[in-house]
């Protein structure tokens, strides 16, 4: 697939081709799903502080010392900290060592109070305290 600048993509998009399966359809290119490249990084900011509040597509839960509970991302936590990454078995590679069964971690404890837990969630997310 090809990314046609946005002069050329009006001209594109009426163009008719064939799907995987060789039936005749409309064809969609890749600059009709993809925000403007101007404000990429503001968006995926924003994506990524709006996951942050509403705990949306969460794939782990920290369970703080104290016993509450913060939902997270591995995404997030591995690609923000080295010690999450370490803790969710991914090794100096970048490579998964989950179980052998392929489980994802469900609950993991973390050896800090629930408040300084939140706030370090908050700078992983956001770059602010």
Do not use: W
């Amino acid at each position: 697939a090809r990314i046609l600048p946005s002069s050329m993509a009006s001209e594109d998009r009426q163009h008719q081709g064939s799907d995987e399966c060789g039936e005749a359809a409309s064809v969609q290119r890749p600059c009709d799903l993809l925000p403007p490249a101007s404000t990429l990084s503001h968006d995926l900011a924003a994506s990524v502080r709006l996951l942050r509040k509403s705990a949306a597509f969460a794939d782990v839960i920290l369970v703080a010392s104290t016993g509450e509970h913060l939902p997270a991302h591995r995404l997030v936590l591995a690609a923000r900290s080295v010690h999450f990454a370490e803790q969710l078995g991914l090794n100096s590679l970048g490579e998964s060592a989950c179980s052998s069964s392929g489980e994802l971690p469900g609950r993991m404890p973390v050896d800090a109070c629930f408040g300084v837990l939140n706030a370090a969630l908050d700078y992983l997310y956001t770059e602010e305290l």
